[in-house]
């Protein structure tokens, strides 16, 4: 079922082989707050710049100006290589943003709706101050080969490691997986693209790959 999900990772990176990281399913309570500002390869055990997650709602979401909390993206975030080295990547002590990025949404969206972005790319999402729950579902895919972090550190940046946030959906087979993604095969790393499968020109025309 990840196949289709899977295909739209293409128009982003080029890659011959793709890899479900993970899925998710999110819960934003009426009366819960913002969600901040982050990106999810922050979050994930790879030393990779080919990664993007699917951000599918459950449950119908007004635009914003009626309440709505959908996704909002930082355009070309995941491009700013002078962010992550001039400023903490923990985030602690980091001035005011306001104005470096475009920021775009989506508006209304119904289910079945999807966005996609880089896991590099900064994204935020409002309080829930309507009267309903709001769930949403996600699909997170990275490319086979991408190089595993190691020992909890990155080899860049003095040894940062990734935000713990997301370590107990991969800390049973984080070392079991080898040194780069699908070395070793692993039941909760499986491959869901594979080029050698045929041909599909998956290209879209006006993708997102700005946000």
Wanted: include cysteine.
């Amino acid at each position: 079922p990840s196949l289709p999900f899977a295909l739209a990772f293409l128009p982003f990176h080029q890659v011959p082989r793709v890899r479900l990281y993970q899925d998710s399913t999110f819960l934003k309570r009426v009366g819960d707050g913002p969600t901040l500002w982050h990106s999810d390869l922050s979050m994930a055990p790879f030393h990779t710049n080919e990664a993007v997650t699917m951000w599918l709602p459950l449950t119908p979401i007004p635009p914003e100006d009626e309440g709505g909390t959908g996704l909002l993206f930082a355009s070309g975030s995941h491009r700013d290589f002078a962010l992550s080295f001039w400023e903490d990547a923990k985030g602690g002590g980091r001035r005011d943003l306001e104005g470096r990025y475009a920021l775009d949404s989506y508006g209304r969206m119904e289910v079945g709706d999807a966005t996609w972005h880089h896991g590099w790319c900064l994204h935020s999402s409002g309080p829930n101050d309507l009267e309903e729950d709001r769930m949403a579902f996600t699909l997170c895919f990275v490319a086979d080969g991408a190089e595993m972090l190691e020992g909890g550190e990155g080899k860049l940046g003095g040894g940062r490691g990734p935000d713990d946030e997301d370590e107990e959906s991969y800390r049973d087979w984080r070392g079991k997986v080898g040194r780069r993604v699908g070395e070793k095969e692993h039941v909760y790393l499986p491959l869901v693209w594979d080029e050698a499968w045929g041909s599909t020109d998956t290209r879209q025309k006006g993708g997102t790959g700005e946000a």
